[in-house]
């Protein structure tokens, strides 16, 4: 079992950062990939980024590609999402994620969740 908790969201302004945490325990973190998936109210959960186990290789979502940073630091078993530039579209619940079976972008293809953070997005 993996054990995952999310921190760091909150309320920004447009234009504005965020730097979101997932704290990872239980089995070794550094044998996974992880991700990050967000779900807007009344829509599907979507990908957002996912990052290899060494971190050697990163896949983000069209959306964000460019504004939002996935690293992992595999001594604190923690992931990181780097928001920058942030929008009203990304207001969501930001979920982290770990040990996908096949397609990183498919939210069913991973086996381990966090509860979620906020991320809200308004003046």
């Known amino acids: 079992q993996v054990h995952l908790v999310e921190s760091g969201g909150g309320l920004v302004q447009p234009g504005g950062s965020l730097r979101l945490s997932c704290a990872a325990s239980?089995?070794?973190?550094?044998?996974?990939?992880m991700g990050w998936f967000r779900q807007a109210p009344g829509k599907e959960r979507e990908f957002v980024a996912a990052?290899?186990?060494?971190?050697?290789?990163?896949f983000y979502a069209n959306s964000v590609k460019g504004r939002f940073t996935i690293s992992r630091d595999n001594a604190k078993n923690t992931v990181y999402l780097q928001m920058n530039k942030l929008e009203s579209e990304d207001t969501a619940v930001y979920y982290c994620?770990?040990?996908?079976?096949?397609?990183?972008?498919?939210?069913?293809?991973?086996?381990?969740w966090g509860q979620g953070t906020q991320v809200t997005v308004s003046l």
């Open positions: 994620a770990a040990d996908p079976d096949g397609d990183y972008t498919l939210s069913r293809d991973w086996n381990y």
């Open positions: 239980g089995r070794t973190f550094s044998n996974y990939p």
């Open positions: 990052i290899t186990w060494s971190g050697g290789s990163t």
